[in-house]
């Protein structure tokens, strides 16, 4: 079964679970929260995964990565409904957005906001079971989501605020865990603020041209050939925050080994990247997905081997 390109995006992953495995009734719906597209949800849930293990939790406390993991891919589409409903004029006049289901009419207005509010109460559900804190955290966050859409009305800098948002999960993935907010997740939510600066202005290359005919505003379109040059400063404060972070959460060395494995691939990115060609563009920001995973592997690897290697002393003292 191919997709037929008539009622799905531009933008949309041929050959998903979505075109294979759904009803046809809800396919638009599942398109509409980007269920085929989950790159975006996985963004949004790698600061929640490096915050929780930055923490230590206990093993009482492991099932915060399966409610962070609902909640990402949850909240994560229901920032992509609302966001196509705010821009549903735009995405008609885009190439890429403009056979999204809202924007095309495969779902109407009342049933986005309908979905839409049956995703954000599923969002509550799984917010209302952490602690009080974490709760009035999470919903501090929302008024971030709601005012996002309108950004690129009104400032060069949308992929600003997304990073606000985006990376909200270090600091409640932390709250979650030690019930308030200190000094090693605040670094790692600013690293992960101009992480998403870097890979969202890549995103934003891919219709800069569109953008710039519509009066839609992005850092892609701001920074235009010194693209590159900016990307070297965002992922290298990224960098320089995430070892703040390490630091000052007594981090293992092996944190800042397995930490330079991030480095490579984001400059990687940096020197792959072509801000013409949207089909480099579209994978390289694509990538970041390891990007996140190997961040996550360094916080965790830095805890097993704090763990560890009191072991290896006793052994190596007894031989």
Not at 10 to 28: E, F, I, L, N
Request: net charge neutral; glycine share 8%.
């Amino acid at each position: 079964m191919t997709i037929d390109r008539e009622d799905s995006p531009a933008d949309a992953v041929t050959g998903s679970w979505v075109d294979h495995g759904a009803p046809s009734w809800m396919r638009p719906y599942l398109r509409l929260a980007r269920a085929d597209r989950p790159i975006g949800a996985w963004l949004l849930l790698w600061p929640c995964f490096w915050a929780l293990t930055l923490a230590r939790p206990e093993w009482r406390q492991w099932g915060l990565y399966i409610l962070f993991f609902i909640g990402a891919f949850v909240m994560r589409g229901a920032g992509c409904v609302f966001n196509d409903i705010v821009d549903r004029d735009f995405d008609r006049r885009v190439e890429r957005t403009r056979n999204r289901p809202l924007a095309s009419g495969a779902v109407n207005l009342v049933q986005a906001l309908a979905f839409m509010g049956l995703l954000l109460f599923v969002g509550l559900l799984v917010l209302l079971m952490l602690n009080p804190f974490s709760v009035w955290l999470g919903a501090g966050s929302l008024v971030i989501v709601a005012i996002y859409p309108f950004m690129k009305r009104f400032t060069d800098w949308p992929q600003l605020v997304l990073g606000f948002a985006f990376n909200w999960g270090a600091l409640l993935g932390w709250a979650a865990v030690t019930g308030s907010l200190s000094a090693p997740a605040v670094a790692l939510y600013l690293g992960g603020i101009l992480w998403t600066l870097g890979y969202d202005t890549i995103y934003a290359h891919q219709d800069k041209d569109d953008d710039a005919l519509i009066g839609v505003r992005s850092t892609a379109r701001r920074f235009g050939g010194r693209t590159k040059l900016w990307l070297v400063g965002f992922y290298s404060g990224m960098l320089a925050l995430l070892a703040l972070a390490g630091y000052l959460a007594n981090l293992h060395w092996v944190f800042y080994v397995v930490g330079a494995l991030v480095a490579v691939q984001l400059y990687a990115q940096i020197i792959r990247v072509d801000i013409d060609d949207p089909d480099i563009c579209l994978k390289v920001f694509r990538s970041n997905h390891l990007t996140g995973a190997l961040v996550f592997l360094a916080i965790a690897l830095a805890h097993i081997a704090a763990w560890v290697s009191p072991y290896l002393q006793t052994t190596a003292t007894a031989q």
